[in-house]
């Protein structure tokens, strides 16, 4: 079995910083693409930065100069530091892999539980 746990989530006042975290672990034989989305109350899931195997990473525009994702490739491991943060930013992010779990098994997409960020004086 495949579990992403993420982790770092919590309450920041605006203009915080909070690091995420999200594990990867189980049966992989290769990951590609890993990805951190978002979804606030009352919306539609948000892709928020994806990061490629390796390691070039892209963002939303609402996030650019704010948001860093990274990659630890040997942990299966990808981060998410966000500074200046905002009451927009609240939501819960989730991280999303596309691996393989043997070399004959084809991609497929597996996410974690998501979590809470809130933003909020």
């Known amino acids: 079995q495949v579990q992403l746990v993420e982790s770092g989530g919590g309450l920041v006042q605006p203009g915080g910083s909070l690091r995420l975290s999200c594990a990867a672990s189980?049966?992989?034989?290769?990951?590609?693409?890993m990805a951190w989305y978002r979804q606030a109350p009352g919306k539609q899931r948000e892709l928020v930065a994806t990061?490629?195997?390796?390691?070039?990473?892209d963002y939303v525009d609402s996030v650019k100069g704010r948001f860093t994702a990274s990659r630890d490739s040997a942990k299966n491991t990808v981060y998410l530091q966000m500074n200046s943060l905002k009451p927009e930013d609240t939501a819960i992010y989730f991280c999303?892999?596309?691996?393989?779990?043997?070399?004959?098994?084809?991609?497929?997409?597996?996410w974690g539980q998501g979590t809470q960020v809130t933003v909020s004086s």
């Open positions: 189980g049966r992989i034989f290769r990951i590609n693409t």
């Open positions: 990061l490629t195997n390796g390691g070039s990473a």
């Open positions: 999303d892999a596309d691996l393989k779990v043997t070399a004959f098994a084809t991609w497929a997409s597996y």
